[in-house]
Structures are given as C-alpha cells and as structure tokens.
C-alpha cells in the first residue's frame, strides 16, 4: 500500500482534513470537551454541541486561537483520533502538508511543524504552506505565473488580505477580526439597543441567515435570549436591518484594509488585479452579498467560489503531490538541526 497524503488546514473554528487516497475532505468543528481538565470527553461536532450548554464539570475550549496553537496536547491528541478513524491508506509514514497564517512568528510555524513530526504518526515528511498560497491554488489560479492575485481570507478570527505573484507573497496583512468578531458585534448590538442577551450559536444562527453585505435584506427570524430587565428567557423577531447594523463597521474595516493593500500594490500588479478580479475565500466570506459591497468598495468584479472554506485544504494536496507547485511547500526540520 502506497503512502498517503493529508492536506491539513487547522482553522480556528472548521478543522479540515484532505486525504488523497479517498478524495475526500473531513470537515469537522475544531472544538474539544474536556473532563479533569485534561482528558478529552468529546471532540469536532459532538464537542461543538455542547459549547455553552455543557455543566461545570465538561470544559469546553477551541485549540486553535487567532489562527495559532493555543493548546498543543488536546490538538494533538484529537488529530490522531480523527486520523486513525477515517485514514483509509497507512498513517506511518504519511506526507503530510499543513497551512499555516502569514503574519506569524517562526515559534509558531514550529508548534505547526511540531504537531506532526513529534507525533506517534512518524510521517516520512512534513511541510508547511502559507494560506493565501494554498487559498490561490485550490482555487485553480496558477500562482507560478508572473500574474497579481488578490485574495481576501475571511476566517473565524482572522482576515488574511494577500497579493500573490510567482509563487510568492508580494504584499499581506493579517487582520485579527473575523466572523467570531462578527458574532460578538451582533450580540453587543441586540443588548445594547433590544436589551436581550443571546448566546454566540444563536448570534452565528442570524448571521448565516440574515446577515448581508448591503441593507435591504428584509428576512426576519425568531431568536430566544434572556431579558435584562426581567431576567427571564423570551423570544424576539429580528430583522436583517438588524443584523446588517450590527456587522457594518466590521465589514467596513475589512474594506479599509482591502483598499490599503490596493493602494501600496505595485502599479503593474495592480493592472492584473484590475483584469482578473479580487478572490474571497474563507467560511465567513458566505454573508449574503458581500461581494457586492466589495464591488462598491473597490470598483472590481468579486469573484467567489463554491465551499470557501475548504479552498485551503483542496490546494495543499495539490501542492504537495504535483511537481510544479512542489516548491510553494517548505519544511523546518533544517531549521531545527541548525
């Protein structure tokens, strides 16, 4: 049997696992439950259910935060589990390649590499990939060209703005706002102005579906919150309007940072950008008609893309397993023996 390959995109909310040998992507809520405060009771989706539902006892936390390892072991040790129940080729000495933020310091790249090439898994190699790369590839955009690409990474806890030429990372910010941010905005907004406290399920829940790029959206839900004056559980109708208040001065940020990267662009990069588009990847990119005001924003077409969220995943493989694209990867393990 012929050694497998695992593309691997710890994001801070959605963990995906790509594995060459069944094509396919495991999509799972990077979120684990803890009991003893070290043992893992839970972990992806059912750990995920129980987030502000669980009782004391049941410590529920998300291992990776702002886009970088915040708790090693518990990661660790859940990525195995999900390795070992759904790796149909052999796990020893598997390639693996794993996405990794731009804007970080090398002690994190290293947790990233460490993950894996100190794990029981004993892979025959480990690569690390920049995201807006991996983001390019998965795309189908050939990054190896001497051709501008803009692509705007909009994640659970961070926004990654990249512009892309010959396989490299001309210019990126890495901004720390994303849909948790998002989320937290709409709640702050339904209490302050409804007093009504809601929970961030239920706020991600309004988001997702009434959340909008530009006013106008009219949807209307019911969410049930706590009353802060009769501290008593009650339902309430809200309206897109609504959450389109909240989210603006998020997305407007967002935008700002776009037209920064665009106004320190290189004038002839800035031409290709202007003739292929911006790109928008990332799972919080699916707020209803957010390329549209990326369009008034910046005057370009935004291109978008089916499932945003696994773009990452679906250009690792690619990258490690075709030769033209081989050279986007790199390995630490020189750095370490230095």
């Known amino acids: 049997m012929t050694n497998n390959v695992y593309g691997i995109d710890l994001g801070t909310c959605n963990m995906k696992i790509y594995s060459k040998v069944t094509n396919k992507i495991l999509n799972e809520k990077n979120t684990i439950a803890l009991v003893n405060k070290n043992q893992i009771y839970a972990c992806g989706d059912a750990a995920y259910a129980?987030?502000?539902?669980?009782?004391e006892?049941?410590?529920v936390t998300f291992p990776v935060v702002g886009g970088v390892i915040a708790d090693f072991n518990n990661l660790q040790a859940m990525l195995q589990l999900y390795l070992e129940k759904n790796a149909k080729g052999r796990l020893r000495g598997a390639e693996f390649i794993v996405a990794v933020p731009t804007d970080?310091?090398?002690?994190?790249?290293?947790?990233?590499f460490?993950?894996?090439?100190?794990?029981?898994?004993?892979?025959?190699?480990?690569?690390?990939?920049e995201k807006p790369i991996a983001d390019a590839v998965g795309l189908g955009l050939d990054v190896n060209e001497p051709t501008g690409i803009m692509i705007v990474d909009i994640g659970a806890d961070t926004t990654e703005i990249s512009v892309i030429s010959l396989?490299?990372?001309?210019l990126s910010v890495l901004l720390h706002s994303g849909g948790n941010k998002i989320d937290e905005s709409i709640i702050t907004h339904v209490k302050r102005n409804y007093n009504l406290v809601i929970g961030q399920k239920t706020a991600q829940s309004m988001k997702e579906q009434l959340g909008s790029g530009i006013p106008g959206n009219e949807d209307k839900m019911i969410v049930v919150g706590r009353d802060v004056v009769s501290g008593l559980p009650i339902e309430m109708e809200m309206s897109g309007g609504v959450v389109y208040e909240a989210i603006?001065?998020?997305?407007?940020?967002?935008?700002?940072s776009i037209k920064m990267i665009l106004e320190k662009t290189p004038p002839e990069l800035a031409r290709d950008i202007i003739h292929s588009g911006i790109y928008i990847t990332g799972g919080s990119s699916q707020i209803h008609d957010l390329d549209q005001l990326f369009n008034q924003i910046t005057g370009m077409r935004i291109n978008t893309?089916?499932?945003?969220?696994?773009?990452?995943?679906?250009g690792l493989v690619k990258i490690v397993?075709?030769?033209?694209?081989?050279?986007?990867?790199?390995?630490?393990?020189?750095?370490i023996l230095i």
């Open 167 to 170: 396989g490299g990372l001309v």
């Open 305 to 314: 893309c089916e499932e945003p969220d696994e773009c990452v995943v679906r």
């Open 114 to 129: 460490d993950m894996f090439f100190r794990s029981k898994l004993k892979p025959k190699s480990v690569l690390l990939c």
């Open 248 to 256: 603006k001065d998020n997305l407007n940020s967002i935008c700002n």
């Open 57 to 59: 006892a049941i410590q």
């Open 321 to 335: 397993s075709d030769s033209k694209y081989k050279h986007l990867a790199f390995s630490m393990k020189s750095k």
């Open 50 to 55: 129980m987030y502000e539902k669980a009782p």
């Open 104 to 112: 970080i310091t090398e002690v994190e790249k290293k947790a990233f």
